[in-house]
């Protein structure tokens, strides 16, 4: 198969492109830190861009795809680690091009490719915090989250038809390096963390059963729920 992994420089985007590079697939890494890269994934074609910068994440496309492309995995995300996270006008733009028009770019001109051959896959990493309802203090990052979940719902049905599939992933707390370095070097006292490699296990297998959307681990997932079940008042009162 022909992968393309955008954000696939550190994280669950690293830990997929491995796993599908090392069962001998074709993978291409795309991030804006390629220096990150560890010695074994070296041999996979690599991409430096921005999901930000629309012309360079269609060259990338492009140039990758003219040997065919069967999936696209978007895990590239600005994530802050605080619920109410204060954005100045530059850093709200740049949330908004990464999680939400990047990824939309990134499915457009994936599924150009893949609509010719009437098959392929969509992608796209999303969190536990887009399933939150929106109330007051809600932060953008989790409002990013939930436009991916939205995005992931609108081109499943727009490409279904064509026999391609979209999956939505929706994480809790995985234990990332870059989780552990926004929490002081130890993640350890997030609910119900997982590790990196349980969670990749996961991802990979509902991407095999083409699932439209899997969530993870099912305490968080139930934790959310109850939240969305308190009255508005309620949660205002916990920011």
């Given amino acids: 198969m022909n992968i393309m992994v955008i954000g696939g420089t550190s994280g669950i985007g690293l830990a997929l492109a491995r796993h599908y590079l090392q069962r ?87 599924a150009e490719k893949m609509l010719p051959q009437k098959s392929g896959q969509l992608v796209a990493i999303s969190s536990i915090a887009g399933l939150l309802h929106d109330y007051p203090g809600a932060s953008v990052y989790s409002a990013s989250k939930r436009s991916v979940l939205s995005l992931c719902d609108t081109y499943r049905i727009a490409l279904k038809p064509f026999s391609i599939a979209v999956t939505a992933i929706v994480p809790g707390y995985i234990d990332t390096a870059k989780l552990r370095a926004l929490n002081e070097g130890d993640a350890s006292h997030k609910p119900f963390i997982m590790s990196e490699q349980k969670a990749a296990a996961l991802i990979v297998d509902a991407i095999t059963a083409r699932r439209d959307r899997v969530v993870f681990p099912w305490q968080m997932k139930w934790l959310i729920a109850t939240l969305n079940l308190l009255p508005r008042w309620v949660l205002k009162l916990r920011k």
Avoid: K, W
């Fill in 24 to 110: 001998g697939d074709r993978v291409a890494v795309c991030g804006r830190h390629l220096q990150r890269l560890p010695a074994d994934l070296h041999s996979a074609v690599s991409y430096q861009l921005d999901i930000a910068d629309r012309s360079s994440l269609s060259q990338a496309i492009d140039d990758f795809a003219a040997q065919g492309l069967d999936m696209l995995i978007v895990s590239a995300g600005i994530y802050f680690n605080t619920r109410s996270h204060l954005l100045d006008e530059a850093a709200t733009l740049h949330m908004l091009r990464t999680n939400v028009s990047g990824l939309s770019h990134a499915f457009e001109l994936a």
